[in-house]
């Protein structure tokens, strides 16, 4: 009897012990926890397709979620705006580019090139490969996905590249180029005008010129 008594005793305490574990790993204050904390989601609110002459295309259906792949036709352009809680961020894609959501928890918004050309207009952390470019502006990314390499243009604000334990801050009015792997090659200026005839069209979309 004091047997079964000592096995009953020994397993609601190991049963208590898991329920606590379980209960502050989950936040809960009777736990010791910090309180349950809901994450913000961001979710795609607005999008808008142009054909490469500027016309409206019929809106297709995406979603936003992380591992979503968002690709554009050959003859479209996309425009996708998120409802962040206190900043929508405006992705501008063009013809033949692939963009992937892979966070979208509140502000926290980051995104894969996986090749193209896009344009940024916000705060948002866009991933290529090895390297991480952290953007607070308006920025235009091109990911030459075949070369691995890349070029970025900040037009207005500042963009933060993160490459392994470096960074490198690019200002308003000034372009890179560099590696999205490692070895990483040295960052070097570039030039780059939202006017040269294979991209105009889509600047002046993008940038509503």
């Known amino acids: 009897m004091r047997n079964r008594t000592t096995i009953s005793l020994t397993v609601i305490i190991i049963t208590l012990a898991i329920i606590v574990l379980v209960g502050h790993r989950l936040g809960y204050f009777w736990a010791g926890g910090d309180g349950v904390i809901t994450p913000e989601t961001t979710e795609l609110i607005d999008v808008f397709a142009a054909t490469t002459d500027s ?17 554009t036709p050959t003859d479209q352009f996309y425009a996708l705006r998120t409802n962040g809680p206190t900043n929508a961020p405006i992705f501008n894609l063009d013809v033949n580019s692939q963009l992937k959501i892979v966070s979208t928890d509140g502000d926290n918004i980051t ?12 705060k948002v952390t866009v991933v290529v490969r090895d390297t991480s470019i952290a953007i607070d502006g308006v920025a235009t990314l091109v990911n030459y996905s ?35 792997l490692t070895p990483f090659e040295a960052i070097k200026p570039t030039t780059f005008s939202v006017d040269a005839a294979s991209v105009k069209t889509f600047y002046d979309w993008a940038l509503g010129r």
């Open 55 to 71: 016309h409206a295309a019929d809106t297709p259906l995406l979603t936003w979620l992380p591992g979503e792949i968002i690709s």
């Open 111 to 122: 995104v894969d090139l996986i090749t193209g050309r896009l344009v940024v207009d916000g």
């Open 146 to 180: 075949w070369l691995n390499k890349m070029d970025v243009s900040v037009l207005s604000g500042s963009a933060n590249i993160h490459q392994g334990q470096y960074s490198s801050l690019v200002k308003d009015n000034h372009a890179v180029s560099l590696d999205t």
